[in-house]
């Protein structure tokens, strides 16, 4: 029978015991000499607080680096779930039950038993360091940056489109009296692309993918793409699947022409 092979976290809870062994018999042992003991638990308590910070450090090096991994799913999936109220704070309930679910799925599972217990005990540290990368990330790409939920549905037609600029496409918004379905129409090399535009304050439905997926016949397009700060329904990304219609969020806009090129690889497309 092969042996199971110790993890990390494994041989530091061996190494607890041996401490509180060494120290007890120490204990035992100059129990009398009141100077002896004070040093023997000073020096345990280092060493513990030694491991314990060891452990955390672990932890967070294991965080960050599945943080980078993913940043560009956690960035997305933050601006779709943090919305400012009417006194401009941000609502943070479901981007922190988010950060939950990612390291339940993407960090735990391959955490020794000590980390696990230390992901548990200091998931507030966790939670913010998960955010302040985000957060920098974020910050960090123009134009994205200028984006605000005070936009009103014109200037978020004219933000994507600049945004589609600023990497490469050729994009114009349609008069808003003619769009047929279609708030931006870009091109780059050869591919043309019909953009419907929803700035929402809740999850986009099927209505908006059957209006782009006309705009594409209607503009001879090669796709139709929908573009949301906000998150889309189950329905509507069953319909787009069906219709080859991509669901993205404006987030998603600088790195377009891969997410085309991915479509066109996939079996699905």
């Given at each position: 029978?092969?042996?199971?092979?110790?993890?990390a976290?494994?041989?530091?809870?061996?190494?607890?015991?041996?401490?509180?062994?060494?120290?007890?018999?120490?204990?035992?042992?100059?129990?009398?000499?009141?100077?002896?003991?004070?040093?023997?638990?000073?020096?345990?308590?280092?060493?513990?607080?030694?491991?314990?910070?060891?452990?955390?450090?672990?932890?967070?090096?294991?965080?960050?680096?599945?943080?980078?991994?993913?940043?560009?799913?956690?960035?997305?999936?933050?601006?779709?779930?943090?919305?400012?109220?009417?006194?401009?704070v941000?609502?943070?309930?479901?981007?922190?039950?988010?950060?939950?679910?990612?390291?339940?799925?993407?960090?735990?599972?391959?955490?020794?038993?000590?980390?696990?217990?230390?992901?548990?005990?200091?998931?507030?540290?966790?939670?913010?360091?998960?955010?302040?990368?985000?957060?920098?990330?974020?910050?960090?790409?123009?134009?994205?940056?200028?984006?605000?939920?005070?936009?009103?549905?014109?200037?978020?037609?004219?933000?994507?489109?600049?945004?589609?600029?600023?990497?490469?496409?050729?994009?114009?918004?349609?008069?808003?009296?003619?769009?047929?379905?279609?708030?931006?129409?870009?091109?780059?090399?050869?591919?043309?692309?019909?953009?419907?535009?929803k700035?929402?304050?809740?999850?986009?439905?099927?209505?908006?993918?059957?209006?782009?997926?006309?705009?594409?016949?209607?503009?001879?397009?090669?796709?139709?793409?929908?573009?949301?700060?906000n998150?889309?329904?189950?329905?509507?990304?069953?319909?787009?699947?069906?219709?080859?219609v991509?669901?993205?969020?404006?987030?998603?806009?600088?790195?377009?022409?891969?997410?085309?090129?991915?479509?066109?690889?996939?079996?699905a497309?």
């Amino acid at each position: 029978m092969a042996r199971r092979k110790k993890k990390a976290g494994d041989v530091g809870d061996l190494v607890g015991v041996v401490i509180v062994l060494i120290v007890g018999a120490e204990i035992l042992q100059h129990g009398k000499d009141l100077s002896v003991v004070l040093v023997i638990v000073v020096a345990a308590v280092a060493l513990v607080f030694l491991y314990r910070s060891r452990v955390k450090r672990a932890l967070l090096e294991k965080v960050n680096a599945a943080v980078s991994v993913h940043i560009e799913a956690l960035s997305r999936r933050r601006a779709q779930l943090v919305q400012t109220d009417a006194y401009g704070v941000p609502q943070l309930n479901r981007w922190t039950k988010e950060i939950d679910y990612f390291l339940q799925q993407q960090v735990a599972p391959g955490l020794p038993s000590g980390q696990v217990k230390m992901l548990q005990s200091h998931k507030s540290t966790v939670f913010s360091e998960i955010e302040r990368r985000v957060v920098a990330a974020s910050a960090a790409q123009q134009p994205l940056a200028q984006f605000s939920d005070n936009l009103t549905p014109s200037e978020y037609e004219a933000f994507c489109a600049q945004a589609l600029r600023e990497h490469g496409w050729d994009a114009r918004v349609t008069k808003q009296s003619r769009d047929q379905g279609v708030d931006v129409v870009a091109s780059r090399e050869g591919l043309r692309v019909v953009v419907q535009c929803k700035l929402y304050n809740g999850p986009v439905g099927n209505k908006a993918v059957q209006e782009v997926s006309a705009g594409r016949a209607h503009e001879q397009a090669d796709y139709g793409v929908v573009v949301s700060n906000n998150r889309y329904t189950a329905s509507a990304v069953a319909l787009a699947k069906t219709n080859g219609v991509l669901l993205l969020h404006h987030r998603d806009l600088p790195n377009l022409q891969t997410i085309i090129e991915r479509a066109a690889e996939s079996p699905a497309a």
